[in-house]
């Protein structure tokens, strides 16, 4: 029988998933389907499940954290993030969550870092973000929060100014802003004081060069995409799957 594996999410026809594994199963010749399942709300998530042959699953926004709810394991480290983006299906159909974000992250992170880089500014709180914070916490690298509704220990957009800019070398987009089709649109720091010594990654992967990136580019900063982690995170996710 085919085996099912899929997406779950929400507005999420552009899937960068769906186009990796189908690709994959298709090249190596295995007898498998990948599927979106777009979600208005995750309780309809047992239903969608239980009506195929589902073998695993991704998990994007905005469901890595409220699946949780609807899991019965949860590996340690995706416990300790508090995000979940992988999906195993055990034999007794027990359904442990994982995290993988956190592995294609620091894999396509280290070869951007240089030894001035003490310090990153995470734009953004949603599920993602938690796994980069988790992938900074490992690589000995201090973190802070910017949000537009900060917590007391995270900082506003309106915080930033140059001591900030030069202190946080690592800046990362957790966001949605700038993603196809807005592509105008970007986080709201402050540029200018941006230099070569800094690092700009984007987890947006559509469009493949994000203005956000562009703006650091003027500046010398080295920049990247979020595909690679996209790629690292989705090979990571079939190991689990089948292990």
């Known amino acids: 029988m085919t085996k099912v594996y899929g997406l779950l999410g929400k507005h999420i026809g552009y899937s960068f998933s769906r186009g990796f594994f189908s690709d994959k199963f298709e090249k190596e010749n295995l007898d498998c389907e990948y599927k979106n399942f777009d979600l208005k709300q995750i309780d309809e998530f047992k239903t969608i499940i239980s009506e195929q042959n589902t073998a695993g699953l991704n998990v994007t926004i905005p469901y890595k954290e409220e699946v949780i709810a609807h899991l019965d394991e949860l590996d340690p480290i995706a416990k300790e993030i508090g995000a979940v983006n992988v999906i195993k299906f055990k034999d007794d159909n027990q359904l442990v969550g994982y995290n993988s974000d956190y592995y294609g992250f620091s894999e396509s992170l280290k070869p951007l870092l240089n030894p001035t880089i003490k310090k990153a500014l995470i734009l953004g709180t949603g599920g993602a973000s938690k796994a980069i914070a988790y992938s900074l916490n490992r690589l000995e690298i201090d973190y802070t929060f910017v949000s537009r509704n900060p917590d007391f220990n995270e900082l506003n957009y309106s915080d930033l100014d140059e001591d900030i800019i030069k202190e946080y070398k690592l800046i990362v987009?957790?966001?949605?802003?700038?993603?196809?089709?807005?592509?105008?649109?970007?986080?709201?720091?402050?540029?200018?004081?941006?230099?070569?010594?800094?690092?700009?990654?984007?987890?947006?992967?559509?469009?493949?060069?994000?203005?956000?990136?562009?703006?650091?580019?003027?500046?010398?900063?080295?920049?990247?995409?979020?595909?690679?982690?996209?790629?690292?995170?989705?090979?990571?996710?079939?190991?689990?799957?089948?292990?």
């Open 173 to 243: 987009n957790c966001t949605p802003l700038g993603t196809h089709p807005d592509i105008e649109n970007y986080p709201n720091i402050p540029y200018e004081y941006i230099t070569q010594n800094h690092v700009l990654y984007d987890l947006i992967y559509n469009p493949n060069e994000t203005v956000f990136m562009k703006k650091g580019k003027e500046k010398g900063a080295k920049v990247s995409n979020g595909l690679q982690m996209l790629i690292l995170q989705a090979e990571k996710a079939w190991e689990i799957w089948n292990t």
